[in-house]
């Protein structure tokens, strides 16, 4: 909404659920040139496995795979060129661990964190850092529409901090990981949960 951005800032929208929104977003990158890329927009949808539609199941992995590889495609070769980039890839805690009914969601994110790491592989050298962040029970939109409040609480019982986390928290290290002091992190899959997959 107008008057929400700062004077000097601006943005543009794209629909990451079509080939063409893509397509669209794709060519306005390759003219801007960013140095740094951060792929965060996400859809996750609940369901028993044996009850997943294919068409959810495509529509997840074209918004949360499919639309940050051609992000990432567009955006390295001038990040190549100028020999600096860095690349933040938001996963979850389910591209660490499993949990029932996210089979889409979890493809998603595994596979974002396998191409991720294959990208830092190979762009590393040339001074792009690539990695993944994986929030873990953030209080989100997303977590709100897709979990009840005793849904919720049962899932705050497996973190030690016994909290939601704020999307402030990741933001902030999102932030760094993405700047000129990340200077030797590059293929990795951080964890930002309260200590949800490490206890």
């Known amino acids: 909404p107008e008057g929400t951005l700062p004077d000097g800032v601006d943005y ?33 949808r609940i369901s028993a496995f044996a009850e997943i539609d294919p ?10 795979v499919t639309a940050p590889f051609r992000i990432c495609r567009a955006a390295v070769p001038n990040m190549k060129a100028g020999g600096w980039g860095r690349i933040v890839n938001i996963a ?5 661990v499993g ?3 996210r089979a889409s969601y979890a493809t998603s994110k595994f596979g974002l964190v396998g191409m991720t790491s294959a990208l ?26 897709v979990l009840d409040d005793a849904q919720i609480e049962g899932l705050l019982q497996m973190v030690p901090a016994r909290r939601l986390g704020t999307p402030e928290e990741v933001a902030r290290f999102v ?13 990795q899959n951080i964890a930002i949960d309260g200590g949800m997959t490490r206890v």
């Not at 990451?16 to 977003?25: E, F, K, N, P, Q």
């Not at 700047?179 to 030797?184: A, I, L």
């Open 92 to 96: 979850s805690v389910w591209s660490k």
């Open 120 to 145: 830092a592989a190979e762009v590393s050298e040339f001074g792009i850092l690539a990695n993944c962040v994986s929030p873990g029970v953030i209080e989100t939109e997303m977590t709100r529409s």
């Open 175 to 187: 932030f760094w990981l993405g700047g000129p002091d990340n200077t030797f992190i590059s293929g």
């Open 55 to 64: 068409a959810d199941f495509e529509e997840i992995q074209q918004i949360n």
């Open 12 to 44: 543009l929208a794209a629909d990451l659920s079509t080939a063409a929104g893509v397509d669209g977003l794709c060519t306005e990158i390759d003219a801007f040139k960013p140095t740094v890329a951060v792929n965060c927009a996400g859809i996750n």
């Open 99 to 101: 949990k029932e009914f």
